[in-house]
C-alpha cells in the first residue's frame, strides 16, 4: 500500500531550512512513527528540476536521483513520506506536472509555507547578497516595488509568489490536499512552525524530541551590505567562483558579526509594498481552497495610518565603522586563503574608507581565485 505523500515545496524564507534541520535531526525517530523523510532531497530536485544553478558537474552527479527518491517515498511501509525543498515553490510548470505524475495514484499532499512580506523581503535580500548579489538593500527594495521589474530578475519576486504557487500545485492534487501554514511571527516559540507542520503530517509533534537544530543565520546589515560592494567591484570573475567564497566568507568569519550590526529597516513605502504582498497572499490562499493552518492575520495589513508606518525611518546605509569592521574581518580571511600577509592599510584615514576597504578585499579575492581557494573550501 502507497503511504501519504507530503510535499513542502516552501517559499523561500518561510521556515524551510528549521523544518528541513528537524525532520533530518529527528530522522529516526520519525521513521519508528512511520514517517520517512526522504533521502537526497537536494540531489533528488536538482534532478528533476535540472537545475542550471547547480552546474554540469552537479547536474551529472545527482541523474537519477529524482526517480530513486520517488522509489523510496511510494515503497514506504509506513504512514506517510515527506519531502522538503523551497526551490519547489518557483519550478516551472513542466516539473510540477513531473511531480505530480511521479506520484500518481499515491495520496499526494502540497504544503505551501507563507511568512509576512515584511520578514521575507530583507531576508530574502541579505540571502541575494550572500549569493553574488549587486544590488544594495535601498536598491533591492526599490526594484521589488518597482511593476517593471520582472520575476525572473528579482529573488523576491521570483520566490514569493503564492498565487502562482498554489495555482500550480492546486492542479496535481484532489481538493482538501492543498495545505497552507503561515510562519509564526517573530518573537513566538519556534516549535509552533513544526507542529503545525507535524498537523499536516498527521504525527505527533513530541516525536521529534531532539529540537537543537542549526538556525539558518543570515549576515548583518553592514555584512551584506559589503559583500554587495565586493560583488559589483569584481564582476569580471567567474561567478560561480566567487560564491563559493562569499558564501564561505559568509559562513565563517560574517555570521557571528551579526548581533552587532543592525538590521536592514524597511522605510514608509517598502512597509506598504509588503502589505499589499500581503493581501495579495491572503486573497490567492482563500480563493485556492487550500486547508489553512495557523492565521492570515499573521499576513500583517497596513495603511498610511498605520502606527508602523508613521514610524518607520528613512532607509539609510550601514554605518561606516560596522562597514570596516566587518571588511577587516573578511581580509584576515581572504589573505590567509590566498597565503598572502594580512593588510595593514588604515581605512579610516583615506578619503574614501569604504572604497578603499572594497578595493583592497576585491584585490584579495582575485588572489584567493588565482590560488584555488575556493576549490579547497
Same mark, same amino acid.
Given at each position: 500500500?502507497t503511504?501519504?505523500?507530503v ?16 525532520l533530518?535531526?529527528n530522522?529516526?525517530a520519525? @521513521?519508528? !512513527? ?6 537526497n532531497?537536494?540531489?533528488?530536485? $536538482?534532478? #528533476?528540476m535540472?537545475?542550471?544553478?547547480a552546474g554540469?558537474a552537479?547536474?551529472d552527479?545527482?541523474?537519477g536521483?529524482?526517480? =530513486?527518491a ?5 515503497? $514506504?511501509?509506513?504512514?506517510v513520506a ?6 519547489? /515553490?518557483?519550478?516551472?510548470?513542466? #516539473?510540477v506536472? @513531473?511531480?505530480g505524475?511521479?506520484? %500518481?495514484g499515491?495520496?499526494?499532499?502540497? *504544503?505551501? &509555507?507563507?511568512?509576512d512580506a515584511?520578514g ?10 550572500r ?9 533591492y527594495?526599490?526594484a !521589488?516595488?518597482?511593476?517593471? &521589474? ?9 520566490? %514569493? ?11 496535481? #492534487?484532489?481538493p482538501?490536499?492543498? $495545505? *497552507?501554514i503561515?510562519?509564526?511571527? /517573530?518573537?513566538t516559540?519556534?516549535?509552533?512552525l513544526w ?11 513530541a ?9 539558518n543565520?543570515?549576515?548583518g546589515?553592514? /555584512?551584506a551590505h559589503?559583500?554587495?560592494?565586493? $560583488?559589483q567591484a569584481?564582476t ?5 567562483r566567487v560564491r563559493t567564497?562569499a558564501?564561505h +566568507?559568509?559562513? &565563517?568569519?560574517?555570521t557571528a558579526? @551579526?548581533?552587532g550590526?543592525s538590521?536592514?529597516? +524597511? ?6 509594498f ?6 495579495? =497572499?491572503?486573497? !490567492?490562499?482563500?480563493?485556492s481552497?487550500?486547508h489553512?493552518?495557523g492565521s492570515?492575520a499573521?499576513?500583517?495589513l ?6 508602523d *508606518? ?7 546605509l550601514?554605518?561606516?565603522?560596522d562597514?570596516l569592521?566587518a571588511?577587516e =574581518? ?5 589573505a590567509?586563503?590566498a597565503?598572502?600577509p594580512?593588510v595593514?592599510d ?8 569604504? %572604497? ?5 578585499l576585491?584585490?584579495l ?5 588565482g ?7
Amino acid at each position: 500500500m502507497t503511504p501519504r505523500v507530503v510535499l513542502h515545496v516552501g517559499a523561500m524564507k518561510t521556515g524551510s531550512t528549521y523544518l528541513q534541520h528537524l525532520l533530518t535531526t529527528n530522522r529516526g525517530a520519525l @521513521r519508528d !512513527a512511520g514517517v520517512l523523510v526522504a533521502p537526497n532531497r537536494s540531489a533528488a530536485v $536538482h534532478d #528533476v528540476m535540472d537545475y542550471e544553478g547547480a552546474g554540469q558537474a552537479r547536474l551529472d552527479s545527482v541523474r537519477g536521483s529524482w526517480d =530513486a527518491a520517488v522509489a523510496r517515498m511510494r515503497g $514506504h511501509d509506513g504512514d506517510v513520506a515527506v519531502l522538503s525543498h523551497e526551490y519547489l /515553490s518557483f519550478v516551472a510548470p513542466r #516539473v510540477v506536472r @513531473r511531480v505530480g505524475e511521479s506520484f %500518481q495514484g499515491a495520496e499526494l499532499h502540497v *504544503v505551501v &509555507t507563507l511568512r509576512d512580506a515584511a520578514g521575507t523581503l530583507p531576508a530574502q535580500w541579505q540571502t541575494f547578497a550572500r549569493n553574488r548579489g549587486t544590488m544594495t538593500w535601498p536598491e533591492y527594495a526599490a526594484a !521589488a516595488r518597482d511593476e517593471s &521589474t520582472t520575476p525572473r530578475t528579482h529573488t523576491f519576486l521570483r520566490s %514569493q509568489r503564492t498565487e502562482r504557487t498554489l495555482r500550480l500545485w492546486g492542479g496535481v #492534487v484532489e481538493p482538501g490536499r492543498l $495545505h *497552507v501554514i503561515t510562519v509564526p511571527p /517573530s518573537g513566538t516559540r519556534p516549535e509552533l512552525l513544526w507542529e503545525r507542520f507535524a498537523e499536516v503530517l498527521g504525527v505527533d509533534p513530541a516525536v521529534a524530541s531532539d529540537r537543537s537544530v542549526a538556525a539558518n543565520t543570515s549576515v548583518g546589515y553592514a /555584512s551584506a551590505h559589503l559583500l554587495c560592494l565586493l $560583488h559589483q567591484a569584481t564582476t569580471d570573475l567567474p561567478k560561480r567562483r566567487v560564491r563559493t567564497l562569499a558564501l564561505h +566568507l559568509a559562513d &565563517t568569519v560574517l555570521t557571528a558579526r @551579526r548581533a552587532g550590526e543592525s538590521r536592514p529597516m +524597511l522605510d514608509a513605502e517598502t512597509l506598504l509594498f509588503t502589505s499589499r504582498w500581503n493581501r495579495q =497572499a491572503r486573497d !490567492a490562499v482563500s480563493a485556492s481552497g487550500a486547508h489553512l493552518v495557523g492565521s492570515l492575520a499573521e499576513l500583517p495589513l497596513l495603511d498610511e495610518s498605520s502606527a508602523d *508606518v508613521l514610524a518607520a525611518p528613512p532607509m539609510t546605509l550601514p554605518p561606516v565603522g560596522d562597514l570596516l569592521a566587518a571588511a577587516e =574581518a573578511v581580509a584576515g580571511e581572504l589573505a590567509a586563503l590566498a597565503s598572502l600577509p594580512p593588510v595593514t592599510d588604515r581605512w579610516s584615514d583615506r578619503p574614501d574608507p569604504v %572604497q578603499a576597504a572594497v578595493d583592497d578585499l576585491a584585490g584579495l579575492l582575485r588572489a584567493a581565485v588565482g590560488a584555488g581557494a575556493d576549490g579547497r573550501v
